[in-house]
């Protein structure tokens, strides 16, 4: 019986860190299946870069 719980106590740490490591990328697949939202209110233009000469863009809302 001791033997048992010396082998348990030994794979604390191990168990511990594998079952962080799953909770944390079930976080991340649940994030990026929901993807994240970020919404930009502006009157003011944006410039977008393309190239030599940006386009100049008016912009109300912006949903990514």
């Known amino acids: 019986m ?6 348990l106590v030994a ?7 594998v079952l962080i ?4 990328s079930r ?3 649940s994030i990026a299946r929901n993807g994240i939202r970020v919404e ?3 009157r ?3 410039l977008v870069g393309t190239g030599r ?8 809302k912006v949903r990514i």
Do not use: F, M
């Not at 794979?11 to 860190?17: E, N, V």
């Not at 490591?21 to 944390?24: C, D, I, P, Q, V």
């Not at 000469?53 to 109300?60: H, I």
């Open 11 to 17: 794979w604390r740490w191990p168990g511990a860190s």
């Open 21 to 24: 490591a799953l909770a944390l």
């Open 40 to 42: 930009i209110y502006t």
């Open 53 to 60: 000469a940006p386009l100049r863009a008016e912009v109300g």
């Open 2 to 7: 001791a033997d048992l719980i010396n082998l």
């Open 44 to 46: 003011q233009p944006i």
């Open 27 to 29: 976080a991340l697949i």
